[in-house]
């Protein structure tokens, strides 16, 4: 069964740190796109970060530029997204998602996870 499990988010003020992780099982990261996107109440979903498998390379928001690290372990097919000086308006449901397509620009989206909530207090 193939699985995507995000953990690692919470309650935490405004220029706090949280680590999320996202887990995969059933399929490894070789050939995957593998994003974190986020969606806010009343709000359209917004890509995060994502890197691709072909050549490693790692996009990000300008919203989180400077303040959000992408990183990926294959060996441990989890990708992990360190989120520094968070503001009250990163405050989201915060999910990974996997594509074969491994294009990031892409809509096409194998696998996503359930989403682990990151609220972020003024």
């Known amino acids: 069964e193939v699985q995507l499990v995000e953990s690692g988010g919470g309650l935490v003020q405004a220029g706090g740190s949280l680590r999320l992780s996202c887990a995969a099982s059933?399929?490894?990261?070789?050939?995957?796109?593998i994003a974190w996107f986020r969606q806010a109440p009343g709000k359209l979903r917004e890509g995060v970060s994502c890197?691709?498998?072909?050549?490693?390379?790692?996009s990000y928001a300008d919203s989180v530029k400077g303040r959000f690290t992408m990183t990926s372990d294959n060996a441990k097919n989890t990708a992990y997204l360190q989120m520094n000086n968070l503001k009250p308006e990163d405050t989201a449901v915060y999910y990974c998602?996997?594509?074969?397509?491994?294009?990031?620009?892409?809509?096409?989206?194998?696998?996503r996870g359930q989403g682990t909530q990151v609220t972020v207090s003024s």
């Open positions: 998602a996997a594509s074969s397509y491994d294009y990031c620009a892409g809509p096409n989206w194998d696998y």
């Open positions: 059933g399929f490894t990261f070789d050939g995957y796109a």
């Open positions: 890197i691709e498998s072909s050549d490693g390379r790692i």
